[in-house]
């Protein structure tokens, strides 16, 4: 029986990347570590260490679609019985699904760490969750970048745009006195602010796979 | 379904400095079919095209009775395509990739493979960055035989080969199309791989298709007819002759519609035959496309 060709091309994806992911999950989970000490040094470090995991992992990711372009894989898997939409359904699947287990692995980690161990305040949980979600953003712009643009160049200079502005958008999101409030609460503080700092985050996700979709289905010329 | 395993009709394809200029070409099926063109010359946009890989701007695409672009998924099942910009995964090993692709295709003749694998020298286990280019080639073939596909489309497979690589891909295309009714679309600049195995031949130049016919045809209508001219005498402009070239009382006429009339009416008007030449494919080739271009220039 023929099967679609999504399915086996995400499972190459999976295979392919997997050292990439347990490094990042790994690196994650010390970082962790680090934070469990307990103190403001271990905290920094660890915090630290922790995001970059998961930029690291975020970044690197999507360099998988550029270096099958670059290093000529794409006629082989146009050969396949698949079209240029199937691809990027395949790329989005393989590549989200590899992005988002070890993400919410290690998110649910921090989140339990900061629970049980109160290494920081419970009101740290949403800035963290907002903080969190921003490599995932990296994440999906540089994804776009190299399955829309046809160069090497658009996924570096996603990569570059992403890298530059995470600090500069992180210190921005905490100075909203509101969202800035519940740092030293005993509690979570779900208010306005934070949820629609939150909705402004998913948002430009699905606007991002949106318009990648949109382009790829308006694509003349695949390879 | 149609008799040919492809057709193009009115296909046109515009870039900034290229255009593919209302393309007609028919494969049919169980035949080989070579694409000669040079560089350039737009091989490789139509081949792509067929493939669905690249959408035309105009004009009507069908392989295997499936309309192309927007049926590429249900025709790729039984198209093997390969092309000379194709690599596989350098880290991988040739068992990688024998794997993934028997599991997409149930087709897959797992005892072909094995064979094509002993025959090509070339061993499982081994990486795909360690292999030579010739290797590289001659696993791709393997990948996409193995499949048992009922059309093969080849762009440019034996570019870069040394002699003895380029005579086992032959070998083996032949080989494959033991199988009844496959059909090979076998584009080259190398007319020698096309005279070889091609049953129809295609010349393509600067995006138009300048002629298309049997091969044997070809070798059969085209010559070379070298004359003695008197001094004083006219060579007349004879229909079939596509250029005459003279040195002094030396003249060699080219021929695309040789027929012995051609010669008689040379001699009845003065000129002595000294000898008339078979064509190669390369010289057919040549001369075929520098009239085409001739003919661009002058209209």
């Known amino acids: 029986m023929r099967d679609s060709v999504v399915g086996h091309l995400i499972l190459k994806d999976w295979r392919l990347n997997r050292p990439l992911i347990v490094l990042s999950v790994l690196g994650g989970l010390i970082a962790l570590v680090i934070v469990s000490w307990g103190g403001q040094t271990p905290f920094v470090l660890g915090g630290v260490w922790f995001f970059m995991a998961l930029i690291l992992m975020g970044h690197m990711l999507p360099f998988g679609i550029i270096n099958e372009r670059k290093r000529q894989n794409l006629p082989f898997l146009m050969s396949l019985p698949i079209s240029s939409i199937q691809y990027t359904i395949s790329k989005l699947i393989s590549t989200l699904g590899l992005f988002l287990i070890p993400w919410l692995m290690l998110l649910i980690s921090a989140g339990v760490l900061i629970e049980v161990r109160h290494v920081i305040p419970l009101g740290w949980i949403p800035m963290s969750l907002i903080l969190a979600i921003l490599p995932f953003i990296g994440f999906v712009l540089i994804t776009a970048a190299a399955l829309v643009g046809e160069k090497e160049g658009w996924g570096v200079a996603a990569n570059v745009v992403c890298s530059s502005s995470y600090w500069f958008v992180w210190y921005a999101i905490a100075r909203i006195p509101s969202v800035a409030a519940g740092f030293n609460s005993p509690f979570p503080l779900w208010n306005s602010a934070v949820r629609n700092v939150l909705a402004c985050e998913f948002g430009t996700i699905v606007m991002i796979l949106a318009l990648t979709f949109f382009f790829q289905s308006r694509k003349k010329d695949f390879i | ?299």
């Open chain 2, 1 to 299: 379904m149609s008799e040919f395993a492809i057709e193009l009709s009115g296909v046109e394809k515009k870039y900034k400095f290229f255009t593919l200029d209302k393309i007609d070409l028919k494969v049919p099926e169980g035949q080989i079919m070579g694409l000669i063109g040079p560089n350039g010359a737009g091989k490789s946009t139509t081949i792509r095209i067929l493939m669905g890989l690249v959408h035309q701007d105009r004009g009507e695409v069908e392989v295997l009775g499936r309309q192309m672009p927007s049926e590429q998924v249900a025709a790729k099942w039984d198209i093997g395509f390969a092309s000379e910009d194709m690599r596989l995964y350098d880290l991988l090993t040739i068992g990688w990739h024998m794997d993934f692709i028997r599991s997409i295709f149930p087709e897959w003749d797992d005892a072909y493979a094995q064979m094509l694998l002993k025959r090509f020298g070339l061993r499982e286990e081994q990486k795909i960055k360690g292999l030579s280019h010739g290797q590289r080639v001659k696993m791709t073939l393997l990948l996409i035989l193995a499949r048992r596909p009922k059309l093969l489309v080849l762009d440019e497979p034996t570019t870069g080969l040394d002699p003895v690589a380029r005579h086992e891909i032959l070998r083996e295309l032949t080989a494959a199309m033991t199988d009844e009714g496959r059909t090979v679309l076998f584009s080259s600049h190398n007319t020698q791989d096309v005279e070889q195995i091609s049953d129809q031949i295609t010349f393509i130049d600067r995006g138009r298709i300048i002629d298309s016919m049997d091969k044997e045809l070809y070798l059969d209508r085209w010559r070379r007819l070298r004359l003695e001219v008197p001094l004083g005498i006219r060579l007349p402009a004879l229909p079939g002759i596509i250029e005459v070239k003279q040195e002094g009382r030396l003249a060699v006429a080219t021929a695309n519609a040789f027929v012995p009339d051609l010669a008689n009416a040379y001699e009845n008007a003065g000129a002595r035959i000294q000898r008339i030449e078979n064509m190669t494919l390369e010289e057919i080739f040549v001369a075929n496309v520098e009239h085409s271009r001739e003919e661009e220039v002058n209209a």
